[in-house]
């Protein structure tokens, strides 16, 4: 599986043992994400990140910033993307259960780097439930 991984400078350590755990198990990590804590544009690390998964050049984000919200707002300006923002692992099993995410948007200060983990591995260990939650998921896209 490819995931790509973007992240500013709120994340870099967050990004770094989120690629370890990722590589340990055998995904394939696309990272462009800064390695400085040095003050960057959440833009220029998220965009890229939607694009992949916008083309399928890889099967799931993840995005990192300080409150996550920037990012995500990025991520979602992309066609095809479903980027959710997740804070604890439970919503990390909804936002792909229920809305069938494709990127994972991640508040490096209001969570710990284990936690971040934990809702890495949620994530992308979760599936898309489908059903009633697929005619919710297909009005999201404006046409």
């Known amino acids: ?9 709120a994340g870099p350590e967050y990004k770094m043992a989120i ?3 990722l590589k340990s198990k055998g995904y394939e990590v696309t990272n462009y994400g800064t390695d400085s804590e040095a003050s960057v544009d959440y833009p220029d690390f998220g965009h890229p990140v939607a694009l992949d998964v916008a083309e399928g ?3 799931y984000g993840i995005v990192i910033c ?3 919200n920037g990012i995500a707002m990025t991520a ?3 066609p095809k993307v479903r980027a959710g923002l ?12 229920h809305n069938d995410a494709n990127v994972l948007c991640i508040p490096a200060r209001y969570t710990s780097v284990q936690q971040a983990i934990e809702i890495v591995d949620t994530f992308l260990n979760t599936e898309f439930e489908g059903g009633r939650h697929q005619n919710r998921v297909d009005k999201i896209s404006c046409k």
Do not use: F, Q
């Open 1 to 9: 599986m490819k995931i790509s991984i973007g992240n500013d400078h």
């Open 19 to 21: 690629v370890k755990m």
């Open 57 to 59: 050049k890889a099967d």
């Open 66 to 68: 300080g409150s996550g």
């Open 76 to 78: 979602n300006k992309h």
């Open 86 to 97: 997740c804070w604890i692992k439970e919503i990390a099993y909804l936002t792909r259960s």
